[in-house]
């Protein structure tokens, strides 16, 4: 079977920056859309950033101009470069990668990355 492989995720303070990485294997999974979800303790879980196999891009409006959202060429992996973090960003960061015109909850989803802000 097919699985998203998350990393990346780490503690930082705040205004610093990671990058997380998403590999998908398998040809089970579908990964014309590639994104990112986030769920912070007590919180939905919410979008941060999706792209399309042809590179349309949407990202949630609480990340616009800190984070970017890239796939590889070869289309099986996807980033998320994190700047100017603030400590509202603490959440568990997931991959998920789905059809065009699938809901992301039936889509594949990674087992999620930490990150923490706290200084």
């Known amino acids: 079977q097919g699985q998203l492989v998350e990393s990346g995720g780490g503690l930082v303070q705040p205004g610093g920056s990671l990058r997380l990485s998403c590999v998908a294997s398998g040809t089970e999974i579908n990964t014309n859309v590639m994104g990112w979800y986030r769920q912070a303790p007590g919180k939905e879980r919410e979008l941060v950033a999706s792209i399309t196999r042809g590179h349309k891009i949407v990202y949630a409006d609480f990340v616009k101009g800190r984070f970017t959202i890239s796939r590889e060429g070869v289309e099986n992996t996807v980033w998320l470069q994190m700047n100017s973090l603030q400590f509202e960003d603490t959440a568990v960061y997931y991959c998920?990668?789905?059809?065009?015109?699938?809901?992301?909850?039936?889509?594949?989803w990674g087992q999620g990355t930490q990150v923490i802000v706290s200084s």
């Open positions: 998920v990668a789905k059809g065009l015109r699938q809901p992301a909850n039936f889509g594949s």
